[in-house]
């Protein structure tokens, strides 16, 4: 089964607790904190494998969770740092966050390693916070949750050509007269439901990967039909071969097929109807073709047409010839009309203010903000030397005076991620 698209969740390890200890040697009296740091938690990360095709796997397993970091030990041992969960995926994989449609990461050269989402550190012993002020704290961090998130995955195939037309026009009798490929042949519409992949031996010498994508039909740009699914695999090719019936065949007009087909490529992308391109004149065995081809080089001469047969034969090896000579231009650096933009990533300094925002729910007042609530979460409440710094870095960073201006009054109840308060002056 091909599957090129699927929803998965990914969630990276947490990092280890720290450790609360102390030395305890004999004729070391007061030895002083010891306790070691958490471990890091595991990064889920993805990597290109050659072999790969299809996203069929995660059909299957649709849950990917990296493991935790080891918890801190006494005499300031720290534990181990959790090992990365490495997630196979095909080539060609497009990676995105389900929610925001960002895009996280594009897959395409075998060994390709990208970080997903990343693990949490581990906590900090109580030898870290030893001061000249409190030489014995007696607290550590907890370990830092994962980052965890929905990931879309979208496969856009990896082909140097690809045959597009309508349904029953001979792109998979083509693809397996010039390669190995052996894709459905049937005398009747949308026998190729899923792409297939060839690669074309020219000459002996070189050799490309052709694709044979599913029919098109008019609207597919809009999502008819096989729609998006189809579009999606050409997106990457650098030859399109329009595979046109120039018996005509069912009553089909071949110059409108091909006025069909340019138009559904300029609404879907306008990047791929400028990509190099050649007209395959199929079925050239039939008697009327070549009357239709005449009329299809006048009305539109200069298009370059190259007449064949792919149930004979006739014209095929010219054909591939060509092709390959297309796909070499564009692997060589020639000048490529198509000129794909990547959208500007700008990036900017973090500042070291932490920012908050407060709002209310009711008669709870919310403290919204990604770095505190981090802190709540890696803070352990019944320590109470954790409490003292945990208010200390409220009251520092100015939530005190925010919440006094929005209200708040001894014993109002606040909100920090999941831990609420009593606010006391």
């Given at each position: 089964?091909?599957?090129?698209?699927?929803?998965?969740?990914?969630?990276?390890?947490?990092?280890?607790?720290?450790?609360?200890?102390?030395?305890?040697?004999?004729?070391?009296?007061?030895?002083?904190?010891?306790?070691?740091?958490?471990?890091?938690?595991g990064d889920v990360?993805?990597?290109?494998?050659?072999?790969?095709?299809?996203?069929?796997?995660?059909?299957?397993?649709?849950?990917?969770?990296?493991?935790?970091?080891?918890?801190?030990?006494?005499?300031?041992?720290?534990?181990?740092?959790?090992?990365?969960?490495?997630?196979?995926?095909?080539?060609?994989?497009?990676?995105?966050?389900?929610?925001?449609?960002?895009?996280?990461?594009?897959?395409?050269?075998?060994g390709q390693r990208a970080i997903i989402v990343k693990g949490g550190r581990g906590g900090r012993g109580n030898a870290r916070f030893a001061s000249a002020r409190?030489?014995?704290?007696?607290?550590?961090?907890?370990?830092?949750?994962?980052?965890?998130?929905?990931?879309?995955?979208?496969?856009?195939?990896?082909?140097?050509?690809?045959?597009?037309?309508?349904?029953?026009?001979?792109?998979?009798?083509?693809?397996?007269?010039?390669?190995?490929?052996?894709?459905?042949?049937?005398?009747?519409?949308?026998?190729?439901?899923?792409?297939?992949?060839?690669?074309?031996?020219?000459?002996?010498?070189?050799?490309?990967?052709?694709a044979d994508l599913p029919g098109l039909i008019e609207g597919a740009h809009a999502g008819h039909g096989l729609g998006h699914e189809f579009l999606r695999h050409i997106e990457r090719t650098k030859v399109l071969v329009h595979v046109i019936d120039m018996g005509a065949s069912e009553g089909r007009d071949p110059v409108a097929d091909y006025h069909a087909i340019y138009q559904e490529l300029v609404a879907y992308n306008e990047v791929l109807a400028r990509r190099p391109q050649v007209v395959a004149a199929n079925k050239m065995d039939i008697p009327e073709a070549p009357a239709h081809l005449e009329a299809f080089k006048k009305v539109l001469p200069d298009i370059e047409v190259i007449a064949i047969s792919a149930a004979t034969g006739m014209?095929?090896?010219?054909?591939?010839?060509?092709?390959?000579?297309?796909?070499?231009?564009?692997?060589?650096?020639?000048?490529?009309?198509?000129?794909?933009?990547?959208?500007?990533?700008?990036y900017r300094a973090r500042s070291e203010r932490l920012e908050f925002a407060i709002s209310r729910d009711q008669e709870v007042y919310v403290v919204e903000s990604a770095e505190l609530d981090r802190l709540v979460a890696m803070t352990n409440f019944d320590q109470y030397d954790a409490v003292k710094r945990f208010q200390s870095i409220m009251r520092r960073a100015g939530v005190d005076d925010a919440l006094r201006a929005?209200?708040?009054?001894?014993?109002?109840?606040?909100?920090?991620?999941?831990?609420?308060?009593?606010?006391?002056?």
């Open positions: 089964m091909f599957v090129d698209v699927a929803k998965i969740e990914v969630k990276a390890g947490a990092g280890g607790n720290g450790m609360v200890a102390y030395r305890r040697e004999k004729y070391v009296p007061m030895g002083g904190p010891a306790g070691g740091d958490g471990g890091r938690g990360v993805f990597v290109v494998e050659d072999g790969l095709r299809t996203l069929l796997d995660f059909r299957y397993q649709r849950h990917f969770r990296a493991s935790a970091g080891e918890n801190g030990r006494p005499k300031s041992q720290h534990g181990a740092n959790a090992e990365d969960l490495v997630v196979r995926v095909p080539p060609g994989t497009i990676v995105r966050d389900a929610q925001t449609m960002e895009l996280i990461a594009d897959l395409t050269v075998h409190n030489k014995a704290p007696d607290m550590a961090e907890r370990g830092e949750p994962g980052q965890q998130r929905d990931v879309l995955l979208e496969l856009k195939l990896l082909a140097d050509a690809g045959l597009v037309g309508f349904p029953s026009v001979g792109k998979s009798t083509l693809l397996s007269v010039v390669s190995a490929a052996r894709p459905k042949v049937a005398d009747y519409h949308f026998t190729t439901l899923t792409p297939h992949l060839g690669v074309v031996a020219v000459d002996g010498e070189r050799s490309f990967v052709l014209g095929v090896d010219t054909l591939m010839r060509r092709v390959a000579d297309m796909v070499s231009a564009q692997v060589s650096g020639e000048p490529n009309p198509v000129q794909e933009t990547d959208e500007e990533v700008v929005r209200g708040a009054k001894d014993g109002s109840t606040i909100r920090v991620g999941d831990m609420e308060f009593d606010f006391v002056e």
